[in-house]
């Protein structure tokens, strides 16, 4: 039996190439990365009376607690969480909800790996969050303003 090049051969070769090339740093500068200094939650809840809801926490800084909240229906929703980097880019995460006020689910700490889907379930109420690391912004300056939309 005689093996056939497959005429897709040097296409693949120069896709690997590619993407290689795009994962390299382009100086030393982009070598040294930028440690994370806030980060993204995402939340999503599921309440004994069978709503969900779903929070946002946008540059929350770590080691301090923020409250998420919103009113659906009658009910006003509220989470405390609080995000501190832990060992091998985990993070320890501190977390209380309470529906109108009551503790729906007691303050938890638990270690959670970056970008990974972790649930807690406290009777029929479930907690469902994502932590994202994000790194700090450089200020963006148009024509010596700081202001980006540049003054329209």
Known sequence: MQHVASPFAPLRSILAAALVLTALPRSADAAESVAPTTARVEI??????GADIDLVGEHL??????????????????????????DDGAVSVALTYERDGAKVVERKRLTASMAEPVELIEGEASVLFVVRAEVPRAKLEVD?????????
């Open 44 to 49: 999503h809840l599921h309440d004994a009376a």
């Open 61 to 86: 800084r770590w080691s301090e607690t923020h409250r998420l909240a919103t009113t659906v229906g009658e009910h006003s929703h509220a989470v405390a969480i609080a995000i501190e980097p832990a």
């Open 144 to 152: 010596g303003s700081d202001d980006p939309l540049g003054g329209i």
